[in-house]
C-alpha cells in the first residue's frame, strides 16, 4: 500500500532499571537521511540502530530520539587524581598572570570523567539494556509506520481522483483531433481563396498534399495512445505495496512530455485548452507524489 514520507512514532518501555523513551519523525526528502541522538554512552548502539531504521524506511529524513533514564538509585564515585591535577593547574594559572578570584566547583563538576558510576554495569546488563532499546525502536518504527500507511491511503485517494480527471478528458482531445483534417481543409481552402485571382483553378491534389502533410505534422495519436499508458501504470502502481516514489516520478516526467508535445503539435484551441488542463493536474499531482515514499 501507499506509504506518505511523514509520521511519528513514540515507544515507551519501562524495565526494573530504566526508563527508555524512543521518539521518530520523519518528512520529506528524495533519498533516506538518518539523524539519530542518543546517550553519549550509548553511542555503541548507533550503526546497530541505523540498520534497522533503513530495513524500515526507504525514503525520508529520519530524526530519531532516545532517552534512557535510571529508574533505580545510583551511585557514583569522584575521580579525585584528576580533579586534584586540574585544581593545581588552574592555581599555577592563577598565580602566574596575578589574578584574583576563585575557582568554581561547578565547573570541576562539568570535568569528562569527573564524575563516574561507582560500579560500571556488566557486560550482560549492557547487552540486555541493547535490546530493550532496539525493542523500543521496533515499537516506534510499526507505530510510525501505521501513521504513514494512514496517510499514504489519504493520499492515493486524492491521487487517484487527478488521475481519473485527466483520463476523463483524453475523449475531449481524441474527438477534437478526429475533426482536425477537415478543418485542415476549410482554412487551407479559404486562405488560397483569399490570394489567389478568381480565374485561377485551385489545384486540388496540391490542396490535398499540403492537408497530409499539416495532418502528419500535428498528428497526436502517439502522444495520446502514451499518456493513456503512463495513467494505466500509475494505477497499478497505486495498488502495490512497493516504493513507488521514484517510479512515479519517472512517469509524471512523461505524462508532462506528453502534454507539452499535444500541445505544441496541435493548433487547435479546443485540444489546447484541454492540454493545459492536463498540465495543471499533472502539477498538482508532483506536489502530492513529494511526499510518497
Request: aromatic share 4%.
Amino acid at each position: 500500500m501507499l506509504k506518505s514520507m511523514t509520521g511519528f512514532g513514540q515507544a515507551i518501555l519501562e524495565t526494573p532499571t530504566h526508563r527508555i523513551t524512543v521518539d521518530v519523525k520523519t518528512v520529506n526528502n528524495r533519498f533516506l537521511d538518518i539523524h539519530i541522538k542518543l546517550p553519549q554512552e550509548l553511542s555503541t548502539l548507533e550503526v546497530v540502530l541505523k540498520k534497522r531504521v533503513q530495513a524500515a524506511l526507504k525514503r525520508g529524513r529520519v530524526d530519531l530520539f532516545i532517552t534512557v533514564t535510571p529508574t533505580t538509585e545510583s551511585h557514583y564515585e569522584i575521580n579525585l587524581p584528576m580533579l586534584k591535577g586540574y585544581f593545581k593547574a588552574l592555581q599555577q594559572i592563577q598565580m602566574a598572570l596575578d589574578l584574583e578570584g576563585s575557582l568554581d566547583l561547578g565547573l570541576l563538576t562539568k570535568l569528562p570523567n569527573a564524575i563516574q558510576l561507582a560500579n560500571n554495569p556488566s557486560a550482560d546488563a549492557t547487552t540486555e539494556l541493547a535490546e530493550n532499546i532496539t525493542q523500543a525502536l521496533d515499537q516506534a518504527l510499526a507505530k510510525l509506520t501505521d501513521m504513514r500507511l494512514a496517510e499514504g491511503q489519504q493520499l492515493a485517494i486524492e491521487l487517484k481522483s487527478r488521475l481519473d480527471k485527466i483520463e476523463s478528458v483524453i475523449p475531449n482531445i481524441e474527438n477534437n483531433s478526429s475533426q482536425l483534417l477537415s478543418v485542415y481543409r476549410e482554412k487551407l481552402q479559404k486562405k488560397i481563396q483569399d490570394v489567389l485571382p478568381s480565374n485561377i483553378k485551385l489545384d486540388e491534389a496540391r490542396l490535398v498534399q499540403e492537408i497530409a502533410y499539416l495532418a502528419e505534422r500535428s498528428d497526436i495519436t502517439e502522444e495520446i495512445t502514451r499518456l493513456k499508458s503512463h495513467i494505466l501504470q500509475f494505477n497499478d502502481l497505486l495498488k502495490t505495496g512497493e516504493e513507488i516514489g521514484k517510479k512515479v516520478d519517472f512517469l509524471l516526467q512523461e505524462m508532462n512530455r506528453e502534454a507539452n508535445t499535444i500541445l505544441s503539435k496541435s493548433g487547435d484551441l479546443g485540444i489546447s485548452k484541454v492540454a493545459i488542463d492536463i498540465k495543471t493536474e499533472i502539477e498538482k499531482i508532483r506536489e502530492q507524489v513529494q511526499n510518497v515514499e
